[in-house]
Structures are given as C-alpha cells and as structure tokens.
C-alpha cells in the first residue's frame, strides 16, 4: 500500500520537470507526499479517486520506500468501461489492482532494465523488458521515469497494469 503512495508522489514531480510523453530518466526531488503531490499535477485524478475509494490514500502517505508504476489519466480512459465499472463496485478487486501498481523498496531505472520481473504488493508479479531502449511493465510503457519522493520513486506508465486472475 506504502507503494502506491511513493508512485503518485514520484509521477506529479516528474510531471513539473518534464513533458508526460518523454521517456528520458532522471531523477526529480520531491515537494510533499505521493498523495499531494499526486493532486498537484493534475494528471491523475482518476488513480487519487481509485486511492480513496479503495482506502489506500493513507497507506501512501506512509515513509515507505516504494516503487509505483503510475498510470495517467489518459492510460484510464484505455481501462473498458466495464471493467473499471466492476472494480468501482468491488472494493477488494480495486485494491488488488492498485497495489498490482506497486512494489517495496526504491526501484530506480537504472535498477528496473535489469530485472525480468518484480513483485508487487497484491503479491504478484509484474514482467519487465526493455525493446529499442524502452521499458515496458506488462504491456504499459514507461513514458517518465525516476520521478522522486519522499517516500519512493515513480515510474508513470500508459496503461493500467491489471493482474492475472490466477
């Protein structure tokens, strides 16, 4: 839960320093924590929703560290209406997607290109791989990485990471 909470804060520093669609690195120092930060940058408003609805926003103002794959507003609207309906009428399946979005620990890209997979804190794994010197988590792009905060990273992603159901 500590994850999610450093993800946001990483992703609305990262958002100040840097155009959402660059894929350069590079680290940015933290202002608040993920939740504030989070709201500041005005570009995940949908994931601050999903965090309170869920219960989760007082897990990420905790000290962490942690990694967050951040999806953006705009990688929401990708989410069938359906499913994101479902997830809003089932408070455990929310909470297993957010926390699919994180993982313990400060995970750097300079860490994260060498890993094959980390493992988040709904429990399960999340595959990584690099192609044409971009990251991928799953299927979603890292399109902004090493966004810091003051309790962890964020890696901000353009796409919702949905665990396997199994």
Do not use: C, E, W
């Not at 869920?54 to 962490?64: E, I």
């Not at 999806?71 to 209406?81: H, L, M, N, R, S």
């Not at 399946?93 to 804190?121: I, N, R």
């Amino acid at each position: 839960m500590k994850k999610t909470a450093l993800l946001l804060v990483i992703v609305v520093a990262a958002l100040a320093a840097a155009p959402l669609g660059s894929t350069a690195g590079g680290s940015t120092r933290a202002s608040g924590d993920l939740v504030a930060t989070a709201t500041a940058a005005g570009k995940f408003t949908t994931l601050t929703m999903l965090l309170k609805r869920a219960g989760l926003v007082s897990a990420l103002k905790q000290p962490g560290p942690y990694t967050v794959f951040a999806p953006t507003d705009a990688a929401f609207k990708k989410v069938p209406k359906k499913t994101l309906k479902a997830l809003l009428a089932n408070k455990a399946k929310l909470k297993a997607v957010l926390l699919y979005h994180v993982v313990s620990g400060k995970v750097t890209a300079a860490d994260v290109v060498k890993l094959h997979s980390a493992k988040t804190l709904n429990g399960k794994k999340v595959r990584i791989h690099v192609a044409n010197s971009t990251v991928f988590v799953n299927n979603a792009k890292v399109v902004k990485a090493d966004v810091m905060a003051t309790n962890g990273v964020i890696h901000v992603v353009n796409r919702v990471l949905i665990p396997p159901a199994k």
